[in-house]
């Protein structure tokens, strides 16, 4: 069999246990850029060492800056907000990061030379118009592969102006992509943003850079200023909240189950997947809050769920929920009745179309579905057991495609072969070593 399938038979057996899952995901990559234009040495803890933090760690040893990872931390030497040197004619590879080429970009601004940007398959049919246009009224030129793709090409400008920027997908990528780039212009940028995970505005608030934030109702309004210094940040990485919903999820299915997870970053931007898991009828409580570098962290305990309810989604808990969809469509799969999620379409637009593959997957497992192109009607079977043989091959390797399927698989049963195991090394290595400690 080769290394990149898993095959599993059974349903996990009842646990009762405490885990750690590896650092957030979002937070690391944006420690990373943060660091890089820091003046001094910047020191973290717990930051994920996996796939897309690489490629940010890569992507800024190639603008010159120094970085030594050992196995508790990771030391950068940032030389300040204009101190990138680098030859003509680099290349960044974003590999399968989002956020790492998006983000970036912010930083590139001012660059003098032409940088060009590469990603694999699955970052190459996203979509970089989104942070191409509002990086362009700023004065950089950006030239994309088919108007919308990578590969890019970006030239900076010494004579940036301040932007006003309307946000209105709800995407972080672009807003913070927004606030690097503004952080680096001489003059006021106005955003307007429709609520999304803060982690670059609690940076920036953490940092005492200048950035100010107004929210009302759905939206944030943002006001971000040119800053000249950057202080070096010593950082103490939660863990992810994404890596953490597949163990939640998992624990709520699995008959007389209980599980605490550690010192997870707890984010009220992130949490969506804990109140929608919570109106559904599921056991979850935090346990002794903490705050760290301007994050709440907190102990997660969750307890399997005789009894599961349909939800009807609210639209405002999609944000705060968006890489969570997959696995929590595995908890509607398993509701007394119809649960009915909308205002998904984002969902198709990354690592793979993730609101396909979620009805894909359902149903294979035999579960009736209703989609359109951004909502999904999940018609759920209290008495769900698969007894057939299930094969998820996704040819985009979607790291939560894979993960997910391996929790349908270890909470329901049937005969699964699930290709793309090494796609966990984008977002969370240590996935399987953790499913393994909670069979012994
Ligand atoms: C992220 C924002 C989200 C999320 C992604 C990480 C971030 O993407 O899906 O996994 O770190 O800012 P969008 O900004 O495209 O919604």
Redesign the pocket.
Known sequence: MSKKVIVINHKIQNFNKSIKVSGD??LS?RWVLFASIAKGLSIAKNLLLSEDVFAAIEAIRKLGIKVKISKNSCSIIGKGINGYKYKKNILIDGKNS??LSRLILGLLIDTPYKIKLIGDRSLSRRDFERVALPLRKFGAKIKLHNKKNLPLTIQGSNNLKPIKYLEN??????K?TVILAALKTNGTTLIKAKK??N?TELLCKDLNLPLKVISKNTFDYIKVNKVNLIKPLKYVIPSDISSSAFFMVLTALTKNSKLLIKNVNINPSRTGVVTILKKMGVKIRYKNIKKYNGELISNIFIQSSNKIKPINCPKELVSGA??EFLVIFLVAAKADGISYFKGLA?LN??ESPRLIWGEKILNLMGIKTMTTNDSIKIFGNPQLVINKKIIIKNFLKDHRVFMTSVIAALSFGGNWKIYDKNSINTSFPSFLKIINDLKN
């Open positions: 995901k979002s990559i989002g956020t997908k709800g995407s972080a990528q672009c913070s999304s995970r982690h968006i890489d984002e637009q990354k």
